[in-house]
């Protein structure tokens, strides 16, 4: 069956960096766009990034571009999420997600897998 595995959640300073992985099995990786979302304790899931199949492609929700980088590693059947000049504001928990769809999904309801999630947090 599908597993999608995050790692690299942690505890960081406001203005620090993080980065999550996400190891997918089950499915051809190749084949899946692939996303992060996260969600924070009394608010519905949101999107942070997407990168398309083929990694040509990727798209950023407002609140991160320009700080969180999202790229894969085909090799590694591996998504990453480089999250840099970190605020308390993206203190959540950080799903990734699979999609059967090249393009870099920005919507829940375009994925098809989730991880079970890594938990972030930025002090101030």
């Known amino acids: 069956q599908v597993q999608l595995v995050e790692s690299g959640g942690g505890l960081v300073q406001a203005g620090g960096s993080l980065r999550l992985s996400c190891t997918a099995s089950?499915?051809?990786?190749?084949?899946?766009?692939m996303g992060w979302f996260r969600q924070s304790p009394g608010k519905e899931r949101e999107f942070v990034a997407a990168i398309s199949s083929n990694g040509a492609g990727t798209d950023y929700s407002d609140s991160v571009k320009g700080r969180f980088t999202i790229s894969r590693d085909t090799a590694k059947n591996t998504i990453y999420l480089q999250m840099n000049s970190l605020k308390s504001e993206d203190t959540a928990v950080y799903y990734c997600?699979?999609?059967?769809?090249?393009?870099?999904?920005?919507?829940?309801?375009?994925?098809?897998?989730w991880g079970q999630g890594t938990q972030v947090t930025v002090s101030s």
């Open positions: 089950g499915l051809t990786f190749s084949g899946y766009g």
């Open positions: 997600s699979a999609a059967r769809f090249a393009g870099a999904a920005r919507f829940t309801s375009q994925y098809d897998y």
